[in-house]
């Protein structure tokens, strides 16, 4: 993503973070342009990643409703799932020419606290039917060859090897209930260890520093005092042929 890449994941993936870091950038950019990260922790890995997915999922639509069209913030309103050196996060990033960066902090905060708390009373049959058609995306088929080879060649660049994984996720995703997914969302955004980054970048360099904030005028200065991320990497898998999905596809696995 060209707006958040140099503001966003240097400072994110390959370093621990503390909890509620703020750092500000002074670049210059033709807007104001907050962008807030969840880095997550437990449970375990395979179940992380498919309650991530099922977060993407559901909260797409209500946060570009509430922040684009009502709130009307800024032209540009994302949330996005992460998955980069087996660190997954949940980032939000907002592009706005009418609003400080402070302001939509604040709305993008308020708003994750609202969602937070309306996925208790969320009916039952509407949970399904997200779960069902979550579950239908991951499970869609390759396109064409080019994603079969990206999938299958980001599996060996990771050193995971889980050629498998949507099947796997979305087995998962399946067997998530209403109640662990809620609790999973308060424990990532409210929790008491939740922990998140957030980023500022302001049209120039003379704009007050919001409270808590740090100015970072050099990143890789600022980074090398945090402690190093260091990904896993699992061993070859023993070699098998090319068998067809299981579930009668014509996406094919390794």
């Given at each position: 993503?060209p707006?958040t890449?140099?503001?966003?994941l240097?400072?994110?993936l390959?370093?621990?973070?503390p909890?509620?870091?703020?750092?500000?950038?002074?670049?210059?950019s033709?807007?104001?342009l907050?962008?807030?990260?969840?880095p997550?922790r437990?449970?375990?890995?395979r179940r992380?990643?498919?309650?991530l997915?099922l977060?993407?999922?559901?909260?797409d639509?209500?946060l570009?409703?509430?922040l684009?069209?009502?709130?009307?913030?800024?032209?540009?309103?994302r949330?996005?799932?992460?998955?980069?050196?087996?660190?997954l996060?949940?980032v939000?990033?907002?592009v706005?020419?009418?609003?400080?960066?402070?302001e939509?902090?604040?709305a993008?905060?308020?708003?994750?606290?609202?969602?937070?708390?309306g996925?208790t009373?969320m009916?039952?049959?509407?949970?399904?039917?997200?779960v069902?058609?979550?579950v239908?995306n991951?499970?869609?088929d390759d396109?064409?060859?080019?994603?079969?080879?990206?999938?299958?060649?980001s599996?060996?660049?990771?050193?995971?090897y889980?050629?498998?994984?949507?099947?796997?996720?979305a087995?998962?995703?399946?067997?998530?209930t209403?109640?662990?997914?809620?609790?999973?969302?308060h424990?990532?955004?409210?929790?008491?260890?939740?922990?998140?980054?957030?980023?500022h970048v302001?049209k120039g360099?003379?704009?007050?520093?919001?409270?808590?904030?740090?100015?970072?005028?050099?990143?890789?200065?600022?980074?090398?005092g945090?402690?190093?991320?260091h990904p896993q990497?699992?061993?070859?898998p023993p070699?098998?042929?090319?068998?067809p999905a299981a579930?009668?596809?014509?996406r094919?696995?390794v």
């Amino acid at each position: 993503n060209p707006r958040t890449t140099p503001t966003c994941l240097p400072l994110l993936l390959r370093r621990r973070i503390p909890a509620r870091a703020r750092p500000t950038s002074v670049r210059p950019s033709p807007s104001p342009l907050p962008s807030v990260c969840h880095p997550l922790r437990s449970p375990p890995p395979r179940r992380r990643s498919a309650l991530l997915s099922l977060l993407d999922h559901i909260m797409d639509e209500p946060l570009f409703d509430t922040l684009r069209t009502k709130r009307q913030l800024g032209y540009s309103v994302r949330g996005s799932s992460r998955n980069t050196l087996q660190m997954l996060g949940y980032v939000i990033t907002v592009v706005s020419a009418t609003h400080s960066p402070t302001e939509i902090e604040e709305a993008v905060l308020a708003f994750l606290e609202t969602f937070t708390a309306g996925l208790t009373s969320m009916p039952a049959a509407e949970y399904k039917r997200n779960v069902e058609a979550a579950v239908a995306n991951k499970l869609q088929d390759d396109h064409n060859m080019l994603e079969e080879a990206d999938r299958y060649f980001s599996e060996v660049a990771t050193f995971q090897y889980c050629f498998q994984r949507a099947e796997e996720e979305a087995e998962e995703m399946s067997a998530i209930t209403r109640t662990e997914f809620a609790s999973f969302v308060h424990d990532v955004f409210m929790g008491a260890d939740a922990r998140s980054l957030h980023v500022h970048v302001h049209k120039g360099a003379d704009e007050a520093l919001p409270q808590g904030a740090v100015r970072v005028s050099d990143v890789n200065s600022f980074k090398s005092g945090l402690p190093t991320h260091h990904p896993q990497h699992k061993p070859l898998p023993p070699l098998a042929t090319t068998t067809p999905a299981a579930r009668g596809s014509s996406r094919r696995r390794v």
